[in-house]
């Protein structure tokens, strides 16, 4: 069968990848073209853009760049009415794959959702719109089944694919050998994967460092740049950037400092203790604190609907904050714990891993209905 696959972050292109993989052990004739990554292109097909192209963060960056999003969608809606697949599977992503939905929902494809939008945070009523045009959803958080379910909707929960990701992760022994890791203890920086996060949280990150000289502080480099890319933030100090190896880095870490998204509940599932970090445009945070209605913004505190990792959102993520909580996550034995603790409870509430494959099965047993 033919799948057309739609991701646009680092994020989509994990978990995209691990699709692909369970999807050819079911169906071994299975096609692929995609929005997404290296690791999608890794599992085969053809890579129609990448998702580096079409990532932008907040209201503000979305405007900006509203140009280069609808010649994207437009390509995207033209080649999969080219290529005539025998579903579209869209992953995550909400605001450029819910008008794909539509768009393909018309041509009588059938439309999969793999990563339910986060309509529970803001503006529920497009769940309204998802009941219209998507044909079946894949959940991968706990709370979301009851939240559709008040709203008239089954949906497939499938698990948390970063389980699988996690499971899968085999750790380098040589890892702190290989990068001259081995005088200090590390702590791990995590500033996400788009320009716009990467600017406004890694000089914070980075403006801490002289404040913990007794360890070695490590950038985790996003797949789509290089360390030239890093460079101009570094100021000249020497701070080593490692790219491919996230998980090495945290499992070796005493520490994270993590940008909010995917990777704080990949800390949390590696047993670091964190502290999650968040910045945007003064007009998109104004506006999400009138709209949106959560309590939290990390996964792991979201998922266990209480304070596991501390938030530092906007003003309070400033170098004198994440340093505070460094030294307590660092040196007050008795806070750590407690953080570990709260990762235990995450552990058993988050299930066992097999997300990719569940979906897959899902996905190819629906198509063949059909």
């Known amino acids: 069968m033919k799948y057309y696959l739609v ?5 989509g292109d994990l978990h995209g990848a691990n699709l692909m993989k369970e999807l050819k052990k079911l169906d071994p004739q299975a096609e692929f073209r995609f929005f997404g990554g290296d690791l999608m292109l890794a599992e085969g ?3 129609i853009k990448h998702y580096t192209e079409m990532a932008y963060m907040g209201v503000v960056e979305v405007v900006m760049n509203l140009p280069a999003i609808l010649r994207n969608m437009k390509q995207c809606k033209q080649d999969i009415l080219s290529w005539q697949p025998d579903t579209v599977i869209l992953i995550d992503f909400p605001g450029f794959n819910l008008k794909i939905a539509e768009f393909v929902k018309k041509q009588g494809i059938p439309v999969c959702f793999y990563i339910s939008p986060k309509v529970w945070a803001w503006n529920q009523k497009r ?5 219209r045009v998507v044909d079946h959803l894949f959940c991968i958080l706990p709370f979301e089944v009851d939240f559709y379910k008040t709203w008239g909707m ?3 929960y499938v698990g948390n694919p970063l389980l699988d990701a996690v499971a899968a992760f085999t750790p380098d022994n040589t890892f702190l050998i290989k990068h001259n890791f081995t005088g200090k203890k590390l702590i791990a920086l995590l500033p996400g994967s788009r320009k716009q996060e990467i600017s406004k949280l890694l000089p914070d990150m980075l403006a801490v460092k002289d404040r913990f000289k007794g360890y070695q502080f490590v950038i985790a480099g996003a797949p789509s740049f290089d360390a030239e890319y890093y460079r101009p933030y570094l100021n000249g100090k020497n701070i080593p950037i490692v790219f491919n190896s996230t998980y090495d880095l945290l499992n070796n870490a005493e520490a994270a400092v993590v940008a909010s998204g995917t990777a704080t509940l990949e800390t949390a599932l590696l047993n670091t203790p964190q502290v999650v970090v968040y910045k945007g445009h003064p007009i998109f945070i104004t506006l999400a604190r009138i709209v949106v209605k959560l309590k939290f913004i990390s996964l792991v505190n979201l998922i266990m609907d209480k304070l596991i990792v501390k938030e530092l959102i906007q003003e309070d993520c400033n170098p004198d904050k994440i340093s505070a909580e460094l030294e307590s996550i660092l040196h007050d034995n008795a806070y750590r714990q407690q953080m570990l603790a709260g990762y235990d409870e995450l552990d058993k509430l988050m299930g066992e891993p097999g997300a990719s ?8 047993g629906y198509i063949q209905k059909s």
């Open 127 to 131: 769940v309204l719109k998802i009941k």
């Open 7 to 11: 991701a646009g972050e680092a994020s």
């Open 357 to 364: 494959a569940k979906t897959a099965a899902l996905i190819v």
């Open 154 to 156: 089954e949906v497939n």
């Open 45 to 47: 097909g053809s890579l």
